[in-house]
């Protein structure tokens, strides 16, 4: 098994440009999350999914938008990159939502450079 | 002010050295996970603490969750160069996502 995959690894944009980050999970996990990692922030959630055709905000979604593909797929878009877009982007699964200890897997991530 | 105050920020030890990282809260939690990030991939889960007061050990690694379930520590015994990494403490708000501390960056060194 892959676990979560996520690509492209390295992307370099210029402010006002889109694209869409993707992620694919094979664990059949019904709940997905997009999160961005700042310096000396930590992880902040920019959207999650708790199961296929569901999508909700998470703490900073404002500048993104994502599409729940189906079970296994879960893409996040930036419309107009802007420079302070520019972050680490981890895609995350888990069985089911946070709580009672949930685990979450996380893929790689997604270095992006708004320039 | 976040939620979660991790501290130090930084540590960089010898290797064979101990050390205790912290993870605080002014708010109660059912439960709280401790994640280790290495460079350049994603964090992974080393352990999940539900009890106040639990106490949980992961080979060197022993992880306790306050009696009042608002804060943890994780303390390495002898630490290796293998230990270094990020390690980020994790709750769940309620919210249906979990919220992270900004974590502690660990250096150990040969």
């Known amino acids: 098994n892959a676990g979560v995959t996520q690509t492209p690894k390295f992307q370099v944009l210029k402010t006002g440009q889109s694209m869409t980050l993707q992620c694919a999970q094979d664990?059949?996990?019904?709940?997905m999350y997009w999160y961005r990692q700042d310096p000396g922030m930590g992880l902040r959630l920019i959207y999650y999914?708790?199961?296929?055709?569901?999508?909700d905000k998470g703490e900073v979604p404002n500048g993104y938008n994502v599409s729940r593909l189906n079970k296994r797929e879960f893409s996040l878009r930036l419309e107009s990159a802007a420079p302070s877009q520019t972050s680490v982007y981890f895609c995350?699964?888990?069985?089911?939502?946070?709580?009672?200890?949930?685990?979450?897997?996380f893929g790689p991530g997604t270095r992006l450079l708004v320039l | 002010t976040q939620l979660l105050e991790q501290s130090p920020q930084f540590l960089s030890i010898q290797e064979g050295e101990n050390l205790t990282v912290y993870c605080n809260s002014s708010?109660?939690?059912?439960?709280l996970q401790w994640y280790r990030q290495e460079p350049g991939e994603g964090p992974v889960l080393l352990v999940t603490?539900?009890?106040?007061?639990e106490v949980k050990k992961l080979k060197r690694l022993t992880f306790q969750f306050g009696d009042a379930r608002k804060d943890s520590s994780l303390h390495i015994t002898a630490a290796q160069p293998g230990d270094t990494g990020l390690y980020l403490c994790?709750?769940?708000?309620?919210?249906?996502?979990?919220?992270f501390g900004s974590g502690t960056r660990l250096q150990v060194q040969p």
């Open positions: 995350a699964s888990s069985v089911g939502l946070a709580g009672g200890g949930e685990t979450q897997y």
């Open positions: 664990m059949n996990h019904n709940s």
């Open positions: 999914s708790a199961s296929e055709g569901t999508t």
């Open positions: 708010s109660v939690f059912s439960s």
């Open positions: 603490v539900v009890t106040g007061g």
């Open positions: 994790a709750v769940d708000t309620g919210r249906r996502a979990l919220t």
